[in-house]
């Protein structure tokens, strides 16, 4: 018996030190809710034996592990003007905040995306002749330039994309998607579409690919020129056209499963990876917390804007307002929230630091009041929990509607009505709430269905692209066909061709019919 577990673990040893590879993962947005994604997968690929090289702007959070190289781009942090990475309640609740469209996002996060290339720690990173990479794994920042760096460490490359499937991400491993059934992640609609719904879709695409194309284009060839070109030509590795290297990425993992979005078809380098930020263990309540959910005989709620949105930017009636309504709750309800608030009704609890996914997990919890962020969602999903979602910005309008349609919760404005229309929906779900449940527990569990855990997945497809060097196996067909074949322009062209010419034979014969008519007349 000794002898066989001693030739199991050694056999295991020589598996997993045999398949341990040198990852380079890039995430550079110095947004919370990014980084928590980060961390998690770099988690999941340590675990699974290899050698981490992060680049992260969150560096105090990173514990100590021997196989896991930090690289430093905290100064990205000063992409926020004020020096905090929050939206103002008021602002938004005025209609002054900044709208986030297709073009603001791109010129923000192409910034992020020059900053991190020209960061001294990543440019000594790239610089060093040793480093070599058997994959590199990249957040999608709606630019494309860091597809350059697979130029660097001539080695496969991954895309990795924090939301749910989208045309602009799809577009460098397989080309545009329907715009008849897919929807632009900021316009946020459920197929299927009407016929104005469609159209819009259509107009969208078609603009996003030309700024794609052309405007956009041009801001990530200059940086792909100053940042990523020199250290190419000190190391004489090839020059190639960035329009070569930004199609050649091996595989898409996506933070997204269908049992929370729409079954869309996708290509076979797309992989949903999404819940694999979440802990496969519950960590257990602060004692306190505990006490107050065991207690809670008609259930809790539990309400967090999450990390977005500052807390004392809450205009005060609103938060006399919201006090109101939770107090009026037989639920206990606990509101995450920086700020401690006086005068609060017994049954009102403000964290202002919460446990989300334990307390999603506990079972007396009954309802979770939500921004509808991906990450919160996806826990709620996760935990069969109904929501109510009150989308703020970027996909939470999306995640919203995605809710709704799925029946496991429903949606409200972010506005100086809040409170009142934050009553009619409690009212309405908590009257109804059994039905509610049925469908969150109903929507998990297909979620939970999985032959594998979204973090294996992970792994394991960073692993198959460096097993079957890039994986060429799994790329898109579609991205070898233009997109007016696709659309048969070129038959359309030929077939109006037809018709023209037709026309004009048919015409030169009535003509010399007519005409020689005219002439025995005359005769
Ligand atoms: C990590 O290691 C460094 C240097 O060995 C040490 O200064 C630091 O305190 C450690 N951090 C943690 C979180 O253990
Ligand atoms: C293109 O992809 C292949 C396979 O992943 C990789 O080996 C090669 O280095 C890449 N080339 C460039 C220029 O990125």
């Given at each position: 018996m000794g002898k066989?577990?001693?030739?199991?673990?050694?056999?295991?040893?020589?598996?997993?030190?045999?398949e341990a590879y040198k990852i380079l993962a890039v995430l550079p947005i110095p947004s919370p809710s990014h980084g928590i994604l980060g961390d998690n997968l770099v988690r999941h690929l340590l675990d699974a034996g290899h050698e981490v090289t992060y680049v992260t702007p969150f560096t105090s959070k990173q514990k100590n592990h021997t196989n896991l190289h930090i690289v430093d781009v905290?100064?990205?942090?000063?992409?926020?003007?004020d020096?905090?990475?929050?939206?103002?309640?008021?602002?938004?609740?005025d209609q002054k905040a900044t709208v986030v469209d297709s073009p603001f996002l791109f010129w923000v996060l192409s910034n992020v995306a020059d900053m991190t290339l020209s960061n001294p720690n990543v440019q000594k990173l790239m610089r060093d002749p040793q480093q070599k990479f058997d994959v590199i794994i990249v957040e999608y920042i709606f630019t494309d330039v860091f597809s350059a760096l697979s130029a660097i460490y001539q080695c496969p490359f991954i895309w990795f994309s924090t939301i749910g499937p989208h045309w602009m991400v799809l577009n460098l491993v397989h080309g545009p998607l329907n715009p008849a059934y897919n929807t632009d992640f900021l316009q946020a609609r459920i197929p299927p579409f009407q016929f104005l719904g469609r159209v819009e879709e259509l107009w969208t695409q078609v603009k996003g690919l030309y700024r794609h194309k052309f405007d956009f284009y041009y801001e990530e060839e200059?940086?792909?020129?100053?940042?990523?070109?020199?250290?190419?030509?000190?190391?004489?590795?090839?020059?190639?056209?960035?329009?070569?290297?930004k199609y050649n990425a091996s595989l898409l993992l996506g933070n997204s499963q269908v049992a929370l979005g729409d079954a869309v078809p996708l290509p076979p380098n797309y992989k949903h990876i999404g819940g694999f930020h979440i802990d496969e263990v519950v960590k257990p309540l602060p004692e306190n917390l505990q006490k107050i959910m065991d207690d809670a005989e008609h259930g809790v709620i539990y309400f967090s804007m999450g990390s977005n949105l500052k807390s004392k930017t809450m205009p005060n009636e609103l938060k006399k307002g919201l006090l109101e309504v939770f107090g009026s709750l037989r639920q206990t309800v606990l509101w995450k929230f920086e700020e401690n608030l006086l005068d609060r009704p017994k049954n009102v609890h403000i964290?202002?630091?919460?446990?989300?996914q334990s307390i999603l997990a506990h079972p007396n919890l009954v309802l979770f009041v939500t921004h509808g962020g991906l990450l919160s969602l996806t826990e709620a999903v996760y935990f069969g929990v109904p929501v109510i979602a009150i989308p703020v910005f970027s996909d939470q309008f999306l995640n919203a509607n995605q809710a709704q349609h799925k029946g496991i919760g429903e949606q409200i404005d972010l506005s100086y009505n809040l409170d009142k229309d934050l009553k009619v929906t409690l009212d309405k779900i908590l009257g109804d709430l059994p039905k509610y449940?049925?469908?969150a527990k109903e929507v998990s569990a297909a979620y939970r269905d999985n032959p594998i855990k979204p973090g294996q997945e992970l792994s394991f497809w960073v692993e198959h692209v460096v097993r079957t060097r890039g994986a060429p196996h799994l790329r898109s067909v579609a991205l070898q066909v233009p997109l007016y074949q696709q659309a048969y322009l070129d038959l359309l062209a030929v077939l109006l061709a037809a018709a023209v010419g037709i026309l004009l034979v048919v015409k030169k014969i009535v003509c010399l019919l007519t005409s020689k008519s005219k002439k025995l007349k005359k005769n």
């Open positions: 066989i577990i001693c030739i199991l673990f050694c056999l295991l040893i020589i598996l997993s030190s045999s905290d100064a990205n942090h000063v992409i926020y003007e020096g905090e990475d929050q939206l103002d309640f008021q602002q938004i609740l200059r940086i792909y020129q100053n940042r990523i070109v020199p250290i190419l030509q000190a190391q004489g590795k090839p020059v190639l056209d960035f329009n070569v290297i964290l202002q630091w919460a446990p989300q449940t049925a469908r």
